[in-house]
């Protein structure tokens, strides 16, 4: 498996979210609305999820296990911080 795509997309007002991702698979599957959300422990993913009748909110799409998990974050951050440099570049006219 193989992500061909990601797309960040920030948000500008203040508080624990700080960006909504959406994923392409092997140029085929779309993953939409997986959250970039300021933890206690730093930055992390939230796989889009649906409030159930009993009030709780359940994934709708996630990965199986650890390392599929991990790899996901790692590569969706990374985008994430490429694009917070690129905003500050050209906040400040500067190029990368």
Same mark, same amino acid.
Not at 52 to 79: K, Q, V
Not at 80 to 96: F, I, M, V
């Given at each position: =498996?193989?992500?061909?795509?990601? #797309?960040?997309? #920030?948000?500008?007002? @203040?508080?624990? =979210? ?29 796989? +889009? ?13 996630? +990965? *199986?296990?650890?390392?599929? #998990? &991990?790899?996901? @974050?790692? *590569?969706?951050?990374? @985008?994430? @911080? ?7 570049? &050209? ?6």
């Amino acid at each position: =498996m193989q992500v061909t795509d990601v #797309r960040v997309r #920030r948000i500008a007002k @203040e508080g624990k =979210m700080k960006a909504v991702v959406s994923i392409t698979i092997d140029h085929v599957f779309v993953i939409h609305d997986i959250k970039v959300i300021e933890g206690e422990k730093g930055l992390f993913i939230a796989m +889009p999820s649906k409030k159930s009748a009993d009030g709780e909110y359940r994934d709708i799409a996630h +990965p *199986i296990n650890t390392d599929t #998990r &991990s790899m996901l @974050e790692s *590569i969706i951050l990374e @985008e994430y @911080e490429r694009s917070a440099l690129q905003e500050d570049n &050209s906040s400040t006219g500067t190029t990368a």
